[in-house]
């Protein structure tokens, strides 16, 4: 089966603009987690979906939004872009929020803010 | 606060030697764990979780509730070994998010 799926893989952005980064999840899995990654603080939690609604939510400014649709998919938006933004965005899908369920990630969005 | 440590950045062994990556926990209740590996550009993968107490390539981890530690371990290390491992826990209940360690890289000699 397809796994979890993330467009674009590059994207390249000035600062001040706005993006938004896609994630399909793999068919099945109801929550959807995204995460950023950076050389200097690791893995960080941004927020997670499930069945449409925002479950929990780490410690990011407000630029930083997300909503999923009824079919799981999921977007994140980042708005007025810093050059701090630049990072490798992943998304992780799993059958349920919560204990139990083990995360499967996509290949994840490389931001580069200039 | 919830922590996840992996004291070594970085870790060098030769191939057949032992490894054990370190991670430490710090959770007040009673948390699951993960180990997650990234291979060079590949994605990030699920490796193994405690609950499980299964052995995938070679490798176990055993939660020590009383050190509060997951190290991983694996008698003989393969040069395919090489990569970057994560350590993780989850919250669970209605907080379903993983924490991270910020990771050590594995690197096996030939």
């Known amino acids: 089966k397809a796994g979890v799926t993330q467009t674009p893989r590059y994207l390249i952005k000035t600062r001040g603009q706005q993006v938004t980064l896609s994630c399909s999840p793999i068919?099945?899995?109801?929550?959807v987690s995204w995460y950023q990654q950076t050389p200097g603080q690791g893995l960080q939690f941004l927020f997670e979906?499930?069945?449409?609604?925002?479950?929990n939510k780490g410690n990011f400014p407000g630029r930083f939004s997300g909503r999923q649709f009824s079919n799981s998919r999921s977007e994140m938006n980042v708005s007025t872009l810093e050059l701090g933004d630049s990072a490798l965005y992943l998304c992780?899908?799993?059958?349920?929020?919560?204990?139990?369920?083990?995360?499967?990630f996509g290949s994840g969005t490389r931001l580069t803010v200039v | 606060a919830q922590r996840v440590t992996q004291p070594e950045k970085l870790l060098s062994v030769f191939k057949g030697a032992p490894v054990e990556l370190k991670c430490n926990y710090s959770?007040?209740?009673?948390?699951?764990l993960f180990w997650y590996v990234q291979y060079s550009r590949q994605r990030l993968q699920l490796l193994l979780r405690?609950?499980s107490r299964e052995s995938i390539k070679g490798f176990t981890a055993d939660l020590n509730k009383g050190e509060t530690s997951f190290h991983l371990k694996k008698p003989f290390a393969q040069e395919e070994d090489s990569a970057m491992y994560y350590c993780a826990l989850i919250k669970g209940g209605s907080q379903g998010n993983l924490i991270f360690g910020k990771g050590t890289k594995l690197s096996v000699k030939p």
């Open positions: 979906y499930f069945s449409e609604t925002q479950r």
């Open positions: 959770y007040s209740g009673s948390p699951e």
């Open positions: 068919s099945g899995h109801r929550s």
């Open positions: 992780a899908s799993s059958l349920a929020t919560g204990t139990g369920g083990g995360y499967t």
């Open positions: 405690h609950i």
